[in-house]
Nanobody, 122 residues
Framework: QVQLVESGGGLVQAGGSLRLSCAAS????????MGWFRQAPGKEREFVAA???????LYSDSVKGRFTISRDNAKKMVYLQMNSLRPEDTANYYC????????????????WGQGTQVTVSS
């Protein structure tokens, strides 16, 4: 079992930046791919970014060039640096871990955090 706790959300003006953090604990973190997803009110959960154990990155088209995912395996941490934020980025952001494989499908992720709210004002 892996526990994931997100932090770093908040209220920011359009054009601003936020850095989300995800702390993993519990069973081994080794080898797991990690992802960030988001869900806005009334919408389905959508993929934001993913990073493999060795650092390969994958981004949704909507955030490519603005967001950067990274990880520190020694600290069992995953980060999402969000720049040039837009009102449409407003959502609850979730950190997720998958035991095997790498990709953008939420159904392939095994563990999820509780989420952290990001609100971008115009």
């Amino acid at each position: 079992q892996v526990q994931l706790v997100e932090s770093g959300g908040g209220l920011v003006q359009a054009g601003g930046s936020l850095r989300l953090s995800c702390a993993a604990s519990g069973r081994t973190f080794s080898g797991y791919a990690m992802g960030w997803f988001r869900q806005a009110p009334g919408k389905e959960r959508e993929f934001v970014a993913a990073i493999s154990w060795i650092g390969t990155n994958l981004y949704s088209d909507s955030v490519k060039g603005r967001f950067t995912i990274s990880r520190d395996n020694a600290k069992k941490m995953v980060y999402l640096q969000m720049n040039s934020l837009r009102p449409e980025d407003t959502a609850n952001y979730y950190c997720a871990a998958r035991i095997s494989g790498f990709g953008d499908s939420s159904s392939d992720y095994n563990y999820w955090g509780q989420g952290t709210q990001v609100t971008v004002s115009s």
